[in-house]
């Protein structure tokens, strides 16, 4: 009952920081201090989660946690997650600490899910199927985040022909203005790019602790790279203010098209994630 407790505490560590790391994100692109706070406290409560576990280990086995290379991937991350904490305080750039935190992620996620973890652990095959579980949901939240982005620039289409050829009337009050439609498609895919990011880390982790043979070069994991790249640079060119307005629409339409090929062509096509 312990391990199965301990287990649970650690796959909420990895949600957590994965939710932590999407509010960073979001903070950094909008600016917004209510993402900020929240992903703060987020990685806060990780850290002091973190920190437990750690003092309990060091009491059991009456020495310091780094004689392993499974225990230095824990304190490695430990350390990352302190230094970001530590950054946020006193320089206030949350460039390094995003990255710091991604970087803390990807080793915590290993921790978790690690061949020796499951191994030693009486819920290894729930382990594994548990962090399958993680990477399709946050995979399905990517995709969700994106519909929303099409969503979004279909409105600014509409919106941009009525008002060119002035045929608004009181039919289209409710309708948001250009600028909202624009900001919307941003608020989308800045939530979409670290859920698509985070899940592909997890996939990968599930993959090479499952699979006997396991390759990168398959259908589905190339397109989810393609997929990051394009949303990405969406990103970064309005970040820059090199695109926006219809352009910027249009962008979103394309990246669309991608994903709904990546879901439907690349499932058939791929050597394991298999369509049904």
Same mark, same amino acid.
């Given at each position: 009952?312990?391990?199965?407790?301990?287990?649970?505490?650690?796959?909420?560590?990895?949600?957590?920081?994965?939710?932590?790391?999407?509010?960073?994100?979001?903070?950094?692109?909008?600016?917004?201090?209510?993402?900020?706070?929240?992903?703060?406290?987020?990685?806060?409560?990780?850290?002091?989660?973190? #920190?437990?576990?750690?003092?309990?280990?060091?009491?059991?086995?009456?020495?310091?946690?780094?004689?392993?290379?499974?225990?230095?991937?824990?304190?490695?991350?430990?350390?990352?997650?302190?230094?970001?904490?530590?950054?946020?305080?006193?320089?206030?750039?949350?460039?390094?600490?995003?990255?710091?935190?991604?970087?803390?992620?990807?080793?915590?996620?290993?921790?978790?899910?690690?061949?020796?973890?499951?191994?030693?652990?009486?819920?290894?095959?729930?382990?594994?199927?548990?962090?399958?579980?993680?990477?399709? #949901?946050?995979?399905?939240?990517?995709?969700?985040?994106?519909?929303?982005?099409?969503?979004?620039?279909?409105?600014?289409?509409?919106?941009?022909?009525?008002?060119?050829?002035?045929?608004?009337?009181?039919?289209?009050?409710?309708?948001?203005?250009?600028?909202?439609?624009?900001?919307?498609?941003?608020?989308?895919?800045?939530?979409?790019?670290?859920?698509?990011?985070?899940?592909?880390?997890?996939?990968?982790?599930?993959?090479?602790?499952?699979?006997?043979?396991?390759?990168?070069?398959?259908?589905?994991?190339?397109?989810?790279?393609?997929?990051?790249?394009?949303?990405?640079?969406?990103?970064?060119?309005?970040?820059?203010? #090199?695109?926006?307005?219809?352009?910027?629409?249009?962008?979103?339409?394309?990246?669309?098209?991608?994903?709904?090929?990546?879901?439907?062509?690349?499932?058939?096509?791929?050597?394991?994630?298999?369509?049904?």
């Amino acid at each position: 009952m312990a391990d199965l407790t301990m287990t649970r505490l650690h796959e909420g560590m990895v949600i957590l920081y994965a939710i932590s790391l999407v509010f960073y994100f979001t903070n950094y692109l909008e600016k917004d201090s209510k993402a900020h706070r929240i992903a703060f406290w987020l990685l806060s409560t990780v850290w002091l989660l973190q #920190t437990v576990f750690l003092i309990l280990y060091i009491v059991e086995t009456k020495r310091f946690p780094i004689l392993t290379l499974f225990e230095g991937i824990y304190f490695y991350a430990w350390l990352l997650i302190t230094l970001s904490i530590v950054l946020h305080h006193t320089y206030r750039v949350m460039v390094p600490v995003f990255f710091l935190n991604l970087i803390g992620f990807i080793f915590m996620t290993i921790h978790t899910f690690a061949p020796v973890q499951i191994e030693r652990s009486p819920v290894g095959e729930a382990l594994v199927s548990e962090l399958l579980f993680i990477h399709v #949901t946050f995979a399905i939240l990517s995709y969700v985040a994106f519909s929303l982005s099409f969503v979004f620039s279909a409105l600014y289409h509409i919106l941009y022909r009525l008002l060119k050829r002035k045929r608004w009337t009181k039919q289209f009050s409710e309708l948001p203005s250009l600028g909202q439609t624009e900001k919307g498609m941003t608020v989308s895919i800045a939530t979409g790019v670290p859920f698509l990011l985070i899940s592909l880390i997890l996939g990968l982790q599930w993959a090479y602790v499952t699979l006997n043979e396991f390759s990168l070069i398959d259908v589905k994991i190339i397109g989810s790279f393609i997929l990051l790249f394009v949303y990405g640079y969406l990103l970064y060119r309005r970040k820059k203010g #090199t695109l926006y307005g219809l352009s910027y629409a249009w962008g979103h339409v394309y990246a669309f098209l991608l994903v709904l090929i990546n879901f439907f062509l690349g499932s058939r096509l791929s050597d394991f994630h298999f369509w049904y």
